[in-house]
Structure formats: structure tokens, C-alpha cells
């Protein structure tokens, strides 16, 4: 099927627990698998390795991942500025409207754009715009915990990924290869 006459998605994966930034990696698997081209942007992600970043470099040149994030915000080691953090966030917005702009995806994932929106370094109107900008056959996946109510309403998929058991409740930490 031509993607022009595709109906594009708006999905998001959202919640407390993990998993969404792998649904996010399944679901561009899949369409490299359809020979689609896909752009990964990691919003928040940024100071860290994880293992994604040499594990899409196989699928080239059918996926570009781009991170554009300082590290998390406010939370683990962070010891950036605000400025630093809500620059970061205003550079991937851009990227992600050029990207879209660009004609040149089947699917674009913007990881962590939630938390962009929940810690208030974007405004869920430009979000919006981004979903508005897209055309129609654009398949677009938005993660992150917090997604707020009026991005829930306007996809077309929404799963919350829900933490019942976690490893680091039995005191083992983040695993090379399962969490990053």
C-alpha cells in the first residue's frame, strides 16, 4: 500500500512502569522489517549509553536515532540548569518539526516527549502542533510517563504500562542489555 494512502497513527505509550521506550523500539523494528524509514528522537535520554544507540545502527540506513536530551531532569544524578535542560528539549522540538516537515518517514517516535510536557520544558500547545503538522499517512509514537489528558484524547492509541513488580524492589539495579 502507498503510505499517501495510509492512515498514519498517533500512539502513545505512557505510565509508571517500564517498557514504553521498548514498545517504542518493537514497533520501529516492525516497520524497518516493511523497509519503512523511521526517526527515533530521545527527548531526555542524553548523558547515558544505552544499548539502542549501537543496536539501530544495524538496521541503517532505514532508521536515524537522534538524541537531543541533557539526561533526566530533575531526577537521578542531574545536576544541570533548567536553561541547559529546557534548551535541550526546544532543540528537539525543532528537529522533530523539520523531520515532519521532511515528508521523508513513514514513523517518527518521540521518546520522553511526555516527560518534556509533565516537567513543563514544552508546552503541550507545541506538542499539539506537532501532532496537527503531520501529514496524514505519518505514523507517530509519543513516550514518556504523564501524558496528559488532552494528548491521551487526541491519539488514536494510548497503553499505560503499569508497574506491578520491579527488580529494584528486591534491591538489583538497571542491567546492561534489559534496561539500557
Not at 512502569?17 to 517504542?24: L, N, R, V
Not at 521532511?102 to 520522553?112: H, V
Request: proline content about 4%; hydrophobic content about 40%.
Amino acid at each position: 500500500m502507498p503510505r499517501e494512502s495510509r492512515r498514519g497513527l498517533v500512539i502513545v505509550y505512557t505510565g509508571g512502569g517500564k517498557g514504553k521506550t521498548s514498545a517504542a523500539l518493537g514497533a520501529l523494528v516492525r516497520a524497518v522489517g516493511y523497509d519503512w524509514t523511521v526517526c527515533m528522537i530521545q527527548f531526555i535520554k542524553g548523558s547515558w549509553y544505552y544499548g539502542e544507540l549501537d543496536g539501530v545502527k544495524r538496521l541503517a540506513p532505514n532508521v536515524e536515532l537522534i538524541q537531543t536530551g541533557e539526561g533526566f531532569y530533575k531526577i537521578m544524578d542531574d545536576k544541570l540548569p533548567e536553561a541547559a535542560h529546557r534548551q535541550a528539549a526546544q532543540a528537539g522540538l525543532e528537529l522533530a518539526r523539520e523531520k515532519i516537515a521532511s515528508n521523508r518517514y513513514d514513523l517518527i517516535i518521540l521518546d520522553e516527549i511526555n516527560n518534556t510536557l509533565q516537567t513543563q520544558l514544552l508546552s503541550l500547545a507545541d506538542v499539539m502542533a506537532l501532532l496537527d503538522a503531520r501529514p496524514p499517512w505519518l505514523h507517530l509514537i509519543l513516550t514518556g510517563r504523564g501524558a496528559p489528558p488532552e494528548l491521551i484524547e487526541r491519539a488514536d492509541l494510548v497503553t499505560e504500562m503499569r508497574e506491578v513488580k520491579h527488580p529494584y524492589q528486591q534491591g538489583l539495579f538497571a542491567q546492561k542489555g534489559i534496561d539500557f
